[in-house]
């Protein structure tokens, strides 16, 4: 199980990463999406893995997985719904204010003037 | 107490003159004067004490874990300087009120200088280190202020600059330094490094220690090759000049000289440094004052002279040269100061400086030239003036520093140098005021208001009274001073005109005669030596500095060209380079953990997994299908959440898909559906390969994570969620409870997130972007029931169900999974729904609030919840919950938690609905579609879109 995990989490990464390099907005935000899934596991994963054991207090139940990295990814996940959330809107925003989605401005130019 | 307020008083006091200038400069100088007054006060309070050989001393923690102390003391020297910087800034005060012009911004002008004499008196009077060091950066700031006082003039900006630059980069060197001496001392406390000078000259890093303080202290004061700052800090007002330059800034740097040379001094690395740049200065700069025809500069070249010669009398190291130097710090500052002020009441009076077009004022202006006669005389070192007295005291302990191999040269240059300072003095005043009246001056000359020559009359009768009767009006002063420094030990001097006929008599006689002389072929000494090239210290300084602009430019340029995946792929770079920096420095091997079993059902999750990153990758430019799987990847993290024990996070991330996955599609309505290949195919190779290396290494990370033991500190939280958070679902309670401030946090930041879409969603109402929605047309074919009826009543069926299970999810949330989170995204789906379904102008039709009001709501409920907490006298955000009895009902639990909750929900809600309900304001208007009327929603099919993919 933790083989699966953890090369899950790696493939979470490698392809946000690979999409966080493209150059249009869309698969950027899909790139950064897919990149929190894989904080969020690996934060969660650091409370270790287990089976059946939630961390909800029953009576003459004492074994409980780490409730404090659940607690923290949930916010993070809400957290990332609301960043992405915001990207998404800011590259509709910037489409229909310039008619393009690249992420990058024109390559800045070289100041012709040095400073003098 | 009071003497951590004669420091602080002026810096109290700054705030004054801005205020008080709107009743006159008058009044505004009177108030300013008062304050330095006030401080002056103060400080001689301590006056008796310190003479009777007590050290006054205050002292507060400040940083004790740093070493930093908000600590001061005062003995002979200190208070001799203190009194120096109070006695003298009174009197540039009254100078300045009379100086400065009526549109000169008087209130600014007092504010900067109250600001520098509270950093003066700081450096004098700290007795940590550290706070010394701040009030010696705080002295290069005000002054820089200061100095560059007349924005308007290009010279003053660059003059303050300059002066900025190489001070405060000395002062940098200088905290080094200091650092360094505190490792050796064990003690940032001056008193108690004082005592340590054996200590300190035997300890190893006694030469870096004092190269660096040495470096932070010739800045400051000017020495060569560090003395081209301050002839440029004369484009200040000459009020600013004259105090600089005679008693404070530049002085400080001596007066550290003079601190520490208990610790420092001694040593022969201190006699060549030392005393070998103040010799070299005090020759150097005096040369170059004999030819500067700006009289400001000509006196600027003085002090770094007079300054050099200081130093060199610290760098002898015997108690006479140091008792000298004290007796030096004190003459020069009267008589430099007094000349600064006469140099400026030319200027203003005859509205040049320029010693060639100067001439015969003594018949014109017979008060100030009387007095500007007798401050050069005693500048040149000229008897019955102080300035006579502590030269002669120079040359005697320059004639006794003699070592071996040259025997001759310090005398001989010591001799060199009095006898320029000589020319330069007599070229002031003679070319400045002796000879016949001229009748080209650009004003025609008067004596100025009392104001201004008063105080210069004022040091010039000290510097007569001091030549006169040396020992009964500077001897306790000096004796106190030099008493402090040598630590009860001082020599055997005699403060007196006459001492015989001595060899410093001679060579001070060789020197008159010989600067008499010099003066006298000055013209074509000067053609001499205009002829030989000089380096130019401004332009090699502004080279050097536009070298370092262009060089950061070009490096900044070359790395941050607007190429923001250029960025992106930097910082992937970086994370990697750490990674592998961690790697091969931490531990490699895997954990020995029990791993836990995994069936084949995770088996097939993670297959889908892996198949929808590669399908995400493979058809990232095919939008839709990107899309959708990337919400099937979304779909197994939350089955792997609901697998590993954490049906909450199950619950959120389910949800929050749903909600993504829509507003995601609302938002591909308006873009590009299908991404053009651009890249090229080794940029492609370039990124697959940082992306398959980060992959791994985060997978190699997790997994040796996951293979290894832990300790957590949740023990608590599970011990005490039932007892102490009343709930038995611990997430919750963590959330709402234990961690409740970051809850609270974070939904402020997801609230600001919602505030922001709503900003740039509503500007897209306008502008280029109002613009282009007019002109969208569909390129995707719609629908010809746009409003199908079977969804459209089966939503507004489930709609209260839903929202009932949303509040079901709610109050359940604190004993098991669900909680103000879960439930807010469960309505927020509720409600888009029927969005979905009946269309946005129905929806929007029968909400009648606004979104980010909830969300204004929501903080405001969980603020207040947390604020109840204080009624009870217990701190934000405690919990408090108890069980009630009710009819029927039974026992019920509340908790002020819940409500908390109800705020998280709020926001929630608010946050999401805000970015759905405004993109589909966006929708509408781009394809205003009518909103249907009739009950069954049907909706007449629509012509087929005129155009299609292929874009606008």
């Known amino acids: 199980m933790e083989f699966l995990v953890a090369t899950g989490v790696g493939a979470l990464t490698a392809s946000g990463v690979y999409l966080l390099l493209r150059g249009r907005t869309f698969a950027v935000i899909l790139g950064l999406a897919l990149l929190s899934y894989a904080v969020n596991v690996y934060l969660f994963a650091m409370g270790r893995l287990a089976v059946g054991v939630p961390p909800i207090i029953r009576d003459g139940v004492t074994a409980y997985t780490d409730p404090l990295p659940q607690a923290l990814v949930l916010t993070a996940i809400v957290i990332s719904f609301g960043m992405t959330s915001l990207i998404v809107i800011l590259a509709l925003r910037a489409y229909l204010e310039t008619g393009d989605d690249h992420v990058s401005a024109e390559p800045l130019a070289e100041p012709d003037d040095e400073l003098a | ?952």
């Open chain 2, 1 to 952: 107490m009071s003497l951590a307020l004669v420091v602080l008083l002026p810096f109290i006091g700054a705030i004054l003159p801005p205020l008080m200038i709107r009743s006159g400069r008058t009044v505004c100088a009177t108030v300013t004067g008062s304050v330095t007054l006030s401080s002056l006060v103060l400080l001689l309070i301590h006056a008796p004490a310190v003479y009777r050989g007590e050290v006054p001393v205050v002292a507060y923690e400040w940083l004790p874990s740093l070493g930093l102390r908000f600590s001061f003391f005062a003995d002979g020297f200190g208070l001799f300087f203190a009194a120096l910087i109070l006695a003298i800034g009174l009197l540039i005060i009254i100078y300045a009120r009379f100086y400065l012009g009526r549109d000169d911004p008087m209130g600014r002008f007092y504010c900067y200088l109250l600001l520098f004499q509270g950093a003066m008196l700081g450096i004098v009077l700290s007795d940590n280190v550290l706070l010394l060091l701040i009030f010696w950066e705080l002295t290069s700031l005000s002054s820089f202020l200061l100095i560059g006082y007349w924005r308007h003039l290009p010279e003053g900006r660059q003059g303050a600059r300059m002066a900025l630059a190489v001070t405060g980069g000395g002062g940098l060197a200088m905290l080094a330094g200091m650092l360094l001496l505190g490792q050796i001392t064990g003690s940032y406390e001056l008193t108690e490094i004082l005592g340590q000078g054996e200590l300190v000259r035997a300890s190893p890093l006694y030469l870096p220690a004092l190269l660096l303080i040495l470096l932070g202290a010739f800045t400051k004061s000017a020495q060569f090759p560090f003395h081209f700052w301050l002839p440029h800090a004369m484009a200040a007002p000459t009020p600013v000049s004259a105090y600089l330059h005679s008693a404070t800034m530049v002085k400080a740097g001596i007066f550290l000289l003079g601190r520490l040379w208990p610790v420092l001094a001694g040593t022969e690395a201190w006699f060549l440094i030392v005393g070998g740049t103040g010799l070299v200065t005090m020759v150097i700069a005096a040369w170059i004052a004999l030819f500067k025809d700006d009289l400001k500069a000509l006196l600027a070249f003085s002090t770094v002279s007079h300054l050099g010669l200081v130093t060199m009398l610290w760098g002898f190291a015997t108690p006479f040269a140091a008792v000298a130097a004290v007796f030096h710090i004190l003459n020069h500052a009267t008589f430099k100061c007094a000349l600064f002020m006469t140099a400026g009441i030319v200027d203003h009076e005859v509205h040049s400086r320029d010693a060639r077009r100067l001439g015969g004022l003594l018949h014109l202006m017979p008060i100030t030239g009387t007095l500007a006669l007798v401050a050069s005389a005693s500048m040149a070192g000229l008897p019955p003036l102080n300035g006579f007295l502590s030269k002669e005291m120079m040359l005697e302990a320059a004639g006794h520093a003699r070592p071996p191999a040259y025997p001759w040269l310090v005398p001989g240059l010591a001799t060199f140098g009095a006898l320029l300072s000589v020319a330069y003095s007599a070229r002031y005043a003679v070319h400045v005021f002796l000879g016949p009246v001229r009748d080209d001056y650009p004003q025609h000359p008067h004596d100025p208001p009392a104001g201004m020559w008063l105080p210069v009359a004022v040091l010039v009768a000290l510097v007569v009274l001091i030549g006169l009767f040396p020992a009964a009006i500077a001897g306790p002063i000096v004796a106190g001073a030099s008493d402090a420094i040598l630590g009860g030990a001082l020599p055997d001097y005699k403060l007196a005109l006459w001492h015989g006929i001595t060899p410093a008599l001679l060579m001070s006689a060789v020197a008159t005669a010989g600067g008499l002389v010099l003066l006298a072929l000055f013209w074509p000494v000067r053609a001499v030596r205009d002829a030989m090239p000089r380096p130019e210290a401004k332009r090699i300084f502004d080279a050097i500095v536009l070298g370092a602009a262009n060089a950061a430019r070009r490096a900044s340029y070359g790395l941050h060209n607007g190429q923001l995946q250029r960025y992106v792929m930097f910082f992937v770079v970086s994370v990697l380079v750490l990674i592998l920096v961690g790697w091969q420095t931490g531990r490699l091997d895997a954990g020995t953990r029990e791993p836990l079993a995994a069936g084949y059902l995770a088996g097939i999750a993670w297959l889908l997994l892996l198949a929808g990153c590669i399908g995400i990758v493979a058809y990232h430019r095919q939008r839709f299908l990107a899309l959708i799987l990337t919400s099937l990847v979304g779909l197994i993290v939350s089955l792997a959440f609901l697998y590993l024990s954490a049906p909450d996070l199950a619950l959120t991330q389910i949800s929050v898909e749903v909600v993504t996955t829509i507003l995601m599609l609302l938002a591909l309505n308006f873009l590009p559906k299908e991404t053009v290949a651009e890249s090229s195919v080794a940029r492609r190779l370039r990124d697959g390969a940082l992306a398959l290396g980060s992959g791994a290494a985060f997978a190699a990370i997790v997994h040796d994570v996951l293979t290894r033991d832990f300790t957590s500190i949740s023990a608590y939280h599970l011990e005490q969620s039932k007892p102490g958070g009343g709930g038995t679902n611990v997430v919750n309670v963590i959330l709402v409870d234990f961690r409740g401030y970051d809850t609270y946090g974070e939904i402020i930041v997801l609230g600001i997130a919602g505030l922001a879409i709503f900003a740039l969603l509503d500007g897209a109402l306008r502008g280029p972007a109002a613009r282009r929605l007019a002109r969208w047309a569909p390129d995707q074919p719609r629908a010809a029931d746009l409003h199908p009826l079977i969804p459209v009543v089966a939503t507004r069926v489930m709609l209260p169900l839903a929202l009932m299970v949303g509040v079901y999810i709610f109050l359940r949330g604190h004993n098991l999974p669900g909680g103000g989170f879960i439930s807010a995204l469960v309505v927020a789906i509720a409600l888009l729904m029927q969005y979905m379904a009946s269309g946005f102008g129905w929806a929007e039709q029968r909400i009648r609030f606004d979104y980010h009001v909830l969300i204004g709501w929501g903080v405001l409920i969980a603020g207040l919840t947390g604020l109840g907490a204080w009624l009870f006298g217990l701190p934000f955000l405690t919990s408090g919950f108890d069980y009630f009895h009710f009819p029927v009902v039974g026992e019920v639990e509340l908790a002020t938690a819940a409500i908390f909750d109800l705020g998280v929900f709020l926001t929630v809600v608010g946050a999401v609905m805000v970015a759905l309900a405004n993109l589909s304001r966006i929708a509408r208007r781009a394809e205003p579609i009518p909103v249907p009327q009739e009950p069954m929603d049907y909706t007449a099919p629509v012509p087929e879109p005129a155009t299609t993919a292929e874009g606008r």
